[in-house]
């Protein structure tokens, strides 16, 4: 058994974030790569659980799962062959899928492996124009929904109407941030969201917002600081992802959901299936 799975219902945080993976963000491709692989690396700095969901979107393939409900612990790194730009814009078909896909497998989980934190972070860098399936007022009702039973939406986009677009979909605009579509905008927005969600899980902020930013960089310096002291002082030789280690691909079998905390293979194993919904 991890360390994760050894922890109490009211530690574990569920993350869904829905990547675009759209033509126009080809010109920070990389900054977007390295960006979500220093938020993942900060996530699994704690010891507190977490499982994550990664979508990816765009119009060819408008919702591609690469992670659900992974243990935190095993997700592994974005690359130039997972993420590569194409195609127009259907964010609210990838929002609404996506909450339609998290409360089913929320509902699938056994009540020890249900998160008590609900997190879903949308990252963009345009406005919607390619969806088919969900309407705009679709989502604004899912998404207040949503937040009625307690989750946290965050928004992130490098379009300049990104507080407007979030409040247009029910999103606080204090939980929203537009970034510059450069190197330096894009790292500052990942260390941003990686400092709130580091603060979120695992102290007493009781929201996502991001217009705490100085706050959050020293909760997360703390807490981090913390646990590598701890794992330090032990020195028992196992770590919180030993489990992990020793099996990379274990889980545990839920009816219904799957194998929560399995890595999905990649996508070159899975066929590419580009122009088809999953």
């Not at 909760?219 to 992990?244: C, D, H, P």
Request: aromatic letters at 6%; one cysteine or more; a neutral charge.
């Amino acid at each position: 058994m991890t360390q994760s799975q050894d922890k109490s219902q009211g530690d574990r945080t569920h993350i869904c974030m829905i990547l675009d993976r759209t033509g126009s963000m080809e010109s920070i491709k990389q900054d977007t790569i390295g960006g979500f692989n220093s938020y993942i690396a900060a996530q699994k700095s704690l010891p507190t659980p977490a499982t994550f969901t990664l979508v990816q979107f765009d119009s060819q393939d408008p919702f591609e799962v690469i992670h659900k409900f992974t243990d935190i612990q095993m997700v592994g790194d974005l690359t130039a062959q997972t993420y590569m730009p194409r195609a127009s814009t259907p964010l609210y078909d990838a929002v609404g899928r996506g909450i339609n896909d998290l409360r089913a497998g929320l509902g699938g989980l056994p009540e020890a492996l249900r998160p008590k934190k609900i997190v879903m972070v949308i990252v963009t860098d345009g406005q919607e124009n390619a969806s088919r399936e969900f309407t705009g007022a679709q989502v604004r009702k899912m998404i207040a929904d949503a937040k009625e039973a307690g989750w946290q939406f965050v928004f992130l986009s490098a379009d300049e109407s990104a507080i407007s677009d979030s409040s247009s979909l029910n999103i606080d605009a204090s939980n929203a941030a537009f970034f510059k579509k450069s190197t330096a905008g894009a790292n500052e927005m990942w260390e941003r969201v990686a400092n709130r969600s580091v603060a979120y899980r695992s102290s007493g902020v009781h929201s996502m917002r991001m217009d705490a930013a100085s706050d959050d960089a020293l909760i997360a310096k703390q807490l981090k600081a913390e646990y590598a002291a701890r794992n330090a002082g032990a020195n028992t030789g196992a770590s919180a992802g030993a489990g992990v280690a020793q099996n990379p691909n274990a889980g545990v079998a839920v009816p219904g959901v799957g194998v929560v905390g399995a890595a999905i293979p990649p996508r070159s194993e899975r066929g590419r299936g580009r122009g088809k919904k999953n």
